[in-house]
């Protein structure tokens, strides 16, 4: 009998490695490369694992890439709309 959790779980342990991967080249002080890498390994695995963290435990592999695509669709609408909004609100503080 086949493991329905199997996908979701591999991918949010994949994503544990890669955020503990990140902080570990983050805190290395030798090599900015390093550093600079650890850095878009640690964005890129804390936002799609806010996408997996809310994710079903039983979805399929297509279900789940396609539910991965909407919230980071709805992450990307929210911090264009800040960026967006930036200008206005600082001009209501004036």
Same mark, same amino acid.
């Given at each position: 009998?086949?493991?329905?959790? =199997?996908?979701?779980? +591999?991918?949010?342990?994949?994503?544990?490695?890669?955020?503990?991967?990140?902080?570990?080249?983050?805190?290395?002080?030798?090599?900015?490369?390093?550093? $600079?890498?650890?850095?878009? =390994?640690? =964005?890129?695995?804390?936002?799609?694992?806010?996408?997996?963290?809310?994710?079903? $435990?039983?979805?399929?592999?297509?279900?789940?890439?396609?539910?991965?695509? $909407?919230?980071?669709?709805?992450?990307?609408?929210?911090?264009?709309?800040?960026?967006?909004? =930036?200008?206005?609100?600082?001009?209501?503080? +004036?």
């Amino acid at each position: 009998m086949q493991n329905k959790h =199997v996908f979701t779980e +591999r991918l949010e342990a994949t994503l544990i490695v890669g955020l503990l991967l990140g902080i570990a080249l983050i805190t290395q002080r030798y090599n900015l490369m390093l550093y $600079k890498v650890g850095l878009s =390994v640690l =964005v890129a695995s804390t936002l799609l694992q806010i996408a997996v963290g809310n994710m079903r $435990k039983d979805a399929t592999p297509l279900g789940g890439l396609f539910f991965i695509a $909407k919230v980071l669709l709805v992450i990307v609408a929210v911090f264009s709309a800040g960026i967006l909004l =930036v200008p206005t609100f600082a001009q209501l503080g +004036r």
